[in-house]
């Protein structure tokens, strides 16, 4: 078979004080961590679309970069060639999972049997390379937003027509996701949103949203498919206004329509970041919601107010998810997806092993420190004492709902003034620093 990225080894872990840039500092992967391996942990993911569909095209100017595998006039020869390339990258990077789109792996053809079609080909490719490594299925999705069909959205589109169309790809792609052993799928809201409510029935394009999704959870019954529905919340871009815009707004939307028990939330970190929240905070509420999912990893900036999917490098951002993933018990059955793509000017094959290693290094260091800030509990332990007077008898009395108005009144009256307590914030802070430098 051909070999698109020579000179490249299978990615080894040399340890902290290696100077080799092609091999991992902290990510081992057999590396035990609180009783499980560091692989088992991290989960990581490649995607499909960013690492061997995108070319460094941007909002002002057009491919920067020219893949070996893109080379053939035939499309569908690209197709097969581009599975090859990413087979051998996984494989070579040490890499378990990969997730796609329905339209990265197999172009559009001039009809919907057509198309289909040629994902059924190049699916038959996929599960066999799937079954000659050691490489699985993390998701599968849906692309209802690159066409122009969908320049109003798939699910919420004002025509009943492109809504038809949409279930219809999200039937393929769920089927096709089942035929490769997905553990989930994924349902990003590509252009589920307005650009002005003077042409849009907001309260009509949820309900709409509603039961596109219902239908998608009656389909995964009927075919046998036993991986985990996803949401993906992302306030803006390419819309105005995206309806899944945070976890908290996902999560009432969930409940609205009666869906909580048939997904859970796939959290990126850089539409967080467009939210004007933390990663940790949309983990975090996912996670107190029991809806924590799986991971887009990847990092914005906060200089550019879109979507830049830079790679994850960020010390604190790894050790603060990685902290949240733990107490959550876990990501299984999800993972950590790299949606993230090499910069514009990052024109070479071996670049997308530099970015990858580098953020499969940051996650497994902040995997082993979020692990010992765990294990040591001082941060639990400075919550619980926070917390303390709720085990106390009053405390207790109001969480059982044994008191109201009246007889806190009577308390406080009777009690005078409360104690007040730091909440130490500073402290907390050094201490992070100090687990980070170790
Ligand atoms: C878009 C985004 C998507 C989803 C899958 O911002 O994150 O790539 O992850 O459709
Ligand atoms: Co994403």
Same mark, same amino acid.
């Given at each position: 078979m051909k070999e698109y990225f020579k000179g490249v080894d299978k990615?080894?872990?040399?340890?902290?004080?290696?100077?080799?840039?092609?091999?991992?500092?902290?990510?081992?992967?057999?590396?035990?961590?609180?009783?499980?391996?560091?692989?088992?942990?991290?989960?990581?993911?490649?995607?499909y679309w960013h690492t061997f569909k995108g070319l460094g095209g941007d909002q002002f100017g057009g491919p920067t970069i020219i893949r070996e595998y893109n080379s053939s006039s035939d499309p569908m020869q690209v197709a097969e060639d581009t599975m090859d390339a990413a087979?051998?990258?996984?494989?070579? *990077?040490?890499?378990?999972?990969?997730?796609?789109?329905?339209?990265? !792996?197999?172009?559009?053809?001039? $009809?919907l049997a057509e198309t289909n079609k040629r994902l059924?080909?190049?699916?038959?490719?996929?599960?066999?390379?799937?079954?000659?490594?050691?490489?699985k299925l993390l998701w599968g999705t849906t692309n209802a937003f690159s066409h122009r069909r969908f320049m109003a959205g798939a699910g919420t589109n004002p025509s009943p027509e492109i809504f038809a169309y949409a279930a219809c790809q999200i039937k393929k792609a769920m089927e096709i996701t089942h035929e490769l052993g997905g553990v989930g799928y994924v349902f990003w809201g590509?252009?589920?949103?307005?650009?002005? *409510?003077?042409?849009?029935?907001?309260?009509?394009?949820?309900?709409h949203l509603a039961l596109l999704l219902k239908m998608a959870v009656d389909h995964k019954k009927n075919i046998g498919f036993g991986g985990q529905l996803l949401i993906e919340p992302k306030?803006?871009?390419?819309?105005?206004?995206?309806?899944?815009?945070?976890?908290?707004?996902?999560?009432?939307?969930?409940?609205?329509y009666g869906l909580m028990d048939h997904f859970k939330l796939n959290i990126e970190?850089?539409?967080?970041?467009?939210?004007?929240?933390?990663?940790?905070?949309?983990?975090?509420?996912?996670?107190? $919601?029991?809806?924590?999912?799986?991971?887009? @990893?990847?990092?914005?900036?906060?200089?550019?107010?879109?979507?830049?999917?830079?790679?994850?490098?960020? !010390?604190?951002?790894?050790?603060?998810?990685?902290?949240? !993933?733990?107490?959550?018990?876990? *990501?299984?059955?999800?993972?950590?997806?790299?949606?993230?793509?090499?910069?514009?000017?990052?024109?070479?094959?071996?670049?997308?092993?530099?970015?990858?290693?580098?953020?499969?290094?940051?996650? @497994?260091?902040?995997?082993?420190?979020?692990?010992?800030?765990?294990?040591?509990?001082?941060?639990?332990?400075? !919550?619980?004492?926070r917390y303390a007077g709720w085990s106390g008898e009053l405390g207790q009395k109001i969480e059982q709902g044994k008191v109201g108005f009246e007889e806190l009144e009577q308390y406080i009256l009777a009690k005078g003034e409360p104690e007040l307590r730091s909440g130490r914030q500073e402290m907390l802070e050094n201490m992070l620093n100090d687990y980070i430098l170790g």
């Open positions: 990615i080894k872990f040399e340890g902290p004080q290696s100077k080799n840039p092609l091999a991992f500092k902290y990510y081992d992967q057999d590396e035990m961590v609180m009783g499980k391996s560091m692989a088992d942990h991290l989960r990581f993911a490649v995607c087979f051998e990258f996984l494989t070579k *990077l040490g890499v378990t999972f990969w997730c796609f789109h329905d339209r990265d !792996i197999a172009p559009e053809a001039d $009809n059924d080909k190049i699916v038959a490719k996929a599960k066999k390379l799937q079954d000659e490594t050691d490489v590509g252009r589920e949103g307005y650009d002005t *409510l003077l042409n849009t029935d907001l309260g009509r394009e949820l309900d306030p803006k871009e390419p819309t105005k206004h995206q309806y899944d815009f945070d976890a908290g707004n996902c999560i009432a939307f969930l409940q609205k970190a850089n539409h967080a970041t467009l939210a004007a929240h933390t990663f940790q905070h949309e983990l975090a509420i996912s996670a107190a $919601n029991g809806l924590l999912g799986s991971v887009d @990893a990847n990092r914005g900036d906060l200089l550019l107010g879109w979507d830049t999917d830079q790679f994850p490098v960020d !010390i604190y951002d790894t050790t603060l998810a990685m902290y949240v !993933i733990l107490k959550a018990g876990g *990501l299984n059955p999800g993972g950590l997806n790299f949606d993230a793509h090499v910069r514009r000017q990052s024109i070479d094959p071996i670049d997308l092993f530099h970015a990858h290693i580098g953020a499969m290094d940051m996650f @497994a260091k902040g995997l082993k420190v979020a692990a010992k800030m765990l294990q040591d509990g001082a941060f639990e332990n400075e !919550i619980k004492q």
